[in-house]
């Protein structure tokens, strides 16, 4: 055996290089663990993986290597301590302290003129004038015999003379009210007088030369006849404004319309569309709007032309059995309609209808049902409104509804 290879001629050389067992193709893409080269220990504070180690001070690459001072040193400067805040806020001094701060400032002229918190009194000795009232120090100013426009605007005021008032005007530039500036020009003309600008002459008689028109014949140029050739070649040359260019192709042998003349056609586009059909075949169907298919013919039978089909949406044909179940879909005429949804009546929030009040009901109930709204009666009086109840409801059984009962008490409920 050589490596992997496996040799049948032992007297042969092997040719080749050996394969060893660690550098097979899986190990040099998967190397063993625990042997990666490491980077060198002079190149390796500069890598970002040394700096962004775990437990470890970040440090300029300059002083990873650098020595490091022996014993406890501190870096900067020592502060010295200084006067915490509360006690410079305290300035005022508290208890015996404060009783001697107030005997010694008493000395002073300007605690005694001048204290803390009180106005100064300053003990002038004024006159007896002056403490009456309504006194004002100082002197009265009497009117003036002038408004402070006529002081600003004097109406007498003398005017500056013209010299004054052009120096002024040069200096400050004060022009009076209107005044136009004057340049000093030196014109050969009076300028307010001399008008400016060119004259635009004026033709005359222009209606009677519009009129009489042999009377400027000599005014404007003749006309010239020329050769019909040279006005040819004049608008062959050149390139008339806002026309085509003549091409030479206005000629007498040519037709004056090119194209095939239309001939007369028999049937026009509209008629192709359309055609002409006659007046039968434009007539509606006779099974137009009908069913053709049988079995779905909606035609009634002999006999059937006043049946209704159908099943109708109020069963009022199926009577009702007890109570109505809540999976029992069919209307039996006793749902409320929609202006009910619209309009609930008076007591539908207590759960009561129109029929509740207009049931008949005996004698027994309609105590108890009064009685229990508070309406009490005795037994002469109630059996008196029991029996204009029966008349309000014209029976002759002993059953009137509440609606009659109630009726009946509003009618005799004042009676005793």
């Known amino acids: 055996m050589s490596g992997k290879t496996r040799d049948y001629f032992g007297t042969l050389k092997s040719a080749g290089r050996t394969v060893l067992k660690e550098e097979s193709a899986s190990d040099c893409i998967q190397p063993v663990q625990n042997q990666v080269p490491e980077t060198p220990p002079h190149i390796k504070k500069y890598r970002k993986s040394y700096k962004h180690q775990h437990g470890c ?11 490091k001072p022996q014993g406890n040193w501190l870096y900067g400067k020592k502060t010295d301590p200084s006067d915490k805040a509360g006690d410079l806020f305290k300035q005022q001094p508290e208890g015996i302290k404060e009783l001697i701060n107030e005997i010694n400032e008493q000395k ?29 120090f100082g002197q009265k100013i009497p009117p003036s015999e002038f408004t402070a426009k ?30 136009q500036k004057n340049r000093e020009y030196k014109w050969n003309v009076n300028p307010n007088e001399y008008r400016f600008g060119k004259k635009d002459e004026r033709e005359q008689e222009q209606m009677k030369k519009i009129l009489q028109h042999e ?11 020329i050769s019909k ?50 007046q039968k075949e434009v007539q509606p169907d006779i099974d137009l709007g009908k069913a053709t298919k049988f079995g779905f013919r909606n035609q009634t039978k002999q006999g059937d032309e006043t049946r209704a089909f159908g099943v109708p949406t109020i069963r ?5 059995t007890g109570m109505k179940s809540v999976a029992d879909p069919q209307n039996y005429g006793d749902e409320v309609p929609a202006v ?37 009666y005795g037994i002469g009086k109630f059996e008196g409104v029991f029996k204009r109840a029966k008349e309000i409801q014209n029976t ?18 004042h009676i005793d």
Request: with cysteine; glycine share 6%.
């Open 215 to 225: 009377l400027t014949q000599n005014q404007y140029p003749k006309t010239t006849i």
């Open 316 to 320: 009022n044909d199926i009577v009702k």
């Open 150 to 179: 006529e002081v600003v605007f004097p109406p007498d005021a003398k005017r500056d003379e013209e010299s004054v008032r052009l120096m002024y005007l040069k200096s400050h530039g004060n022009f009076e009210a209107g005044e």
């Open 57 to 67: 001070t970040i440090l300029h690459p300059g002083l990873v290597d650098a020595p």
């Open 108 to 136: 002073y002229a300007s605690h005694i003129k001048e204290p803390l918190g009180t106005m100064p009194t300053r003990n002038y000795n004024w006159p007896e004038e002056s403490k009456s009232d309504g006194f004002a």
């Open 229 to 278: 050739h040279q006005e040819d070649w004049k608008n062959y040359n050149e390139d008339p404004l806002g026309k085509p260019k003549n091409l030479a192709q206005i000629n007498s042998r040519m037709p004056a319309i090119f194209g095939e003349t239309k001939k007369d056609e028999q049937w026009t586009a509209g008629q192709c569309i359309n055609g002409q059909p006659t």
């Open 340 to 376: 009910a949804l619209l309009f609930p009546e008076k007591f539908s929030h207590m759960g009561l209808t129109e029929q509740d009040f207009l049931m008949l009901r005996n004698k027994k109930d309609i105590k108890q049902i009064f009685e229990s709204i508070g309406i009490k």
């Open 396 to 413: 002759f059984d002993d059953k009137v509804s509440v609606k009659a009962f109630q009726l009946a008490v509003q009618e005799m409920h």
